[in-house]
């Protein structure tokens, strides 16, 4: 198992987006973590890798707007 560290939202976007580069299809991703660790940021920068077409927004927050 590796451990990768980031100290800000850039290496955390950086990250996202090398991760990309590693992925087959049918790969299922599974992000856990407190609000503000840094999923969203992540994903963002994964999405980004991907070349998906933004906006990449948290899906925490439509959650908490419906409820």
Known sequence: MKTFV??????TQKLGEMLAQELKGG??????????????TFTQGLLKGL?????Y???TFVIMKKY
């Open 6 to 11: 980031t100290t800000n939202a850039k290496q």
């Open 27 to 40: 790969a299922i991703i599974c992000l856990s973590g407190d609000l503000g660790s840094g999923k969203t």
């Open 51 to 55: 070349k998906v077409a933004g906006p």
């Open 57 to 59: 927004t948290s899906p």
